[in-house]
């Protein structure tokens, strides 16, 4: 043998590498769910709270529609609270254009609020939004951070 090195050392190392290599990729990956869990906390525990705002829009016109149903209203009940009625507190009041109206708002966990927004939030190349189907009437939901 030359040099006396062993045929079996390079595979040892080969697979060091690879499991280090692994070790380091799960490490990184858990410390972006720990990042964002803190996150969470940290701005729940501010003393702010977010808000769902609801609108009733008249046409969806091109956009997507999305049908509400009652899952739709058990994942989110803040959305339920508005749209059904708890909540609801119609007014003329216009956002931006005469076809919507306010209906109400509800005050929403951050969890909640980013799962509303990542269900019901615009499309992230567009920046469109989809209207919300229900009883025949549709909807527009945004979310606010303080």
């Known amino acids: 043998m030359e040099g006396g090195k ?17 070790a380091g990729t799960v490490a990184v990956a ?9 996150l969470i906390y940290a701005m729940e525990g501010s003393g702010g709270q977010p808000m769902l705002y609801v609108m009733e829009s008249a046409e969806p ?20 609270a508005v749209i059904r009625g708890d909540e609801r507190n119609p007014s003329a009041w216009e956002w931006g254009r005469s076809d919507r109206r306010f209906i109400g708002g509800a005050d929403v966990s951050y969890a909640e609020s980013r799962a509303l927004q990542d269900t ?3 499309d992230r190349e567009t920046w469109v939004y989809p209207h919300l189907e229900y009883e025949g009437a549709y909807y527009l939901v945004a979310t606010t951070w303080p």
């Open 30 to 38: 858990l410390g972006f769910v720990l990042a964002d869990a803190l």
């Open 61 to 80: 016109g091109e956009n997507v529609v999305i049908p509400l149903t009652e899952k739709d209203f058990e994942q989110h009940p803040a959305l339920g």
């Open 120 to 122: 019901y939030g615009p």
């Open 6 to 22: 062993k045929p079996g050392n390079r595979l040892k190392t080969a697979g060091l590498v690879v499991a280090c290599a692994l």
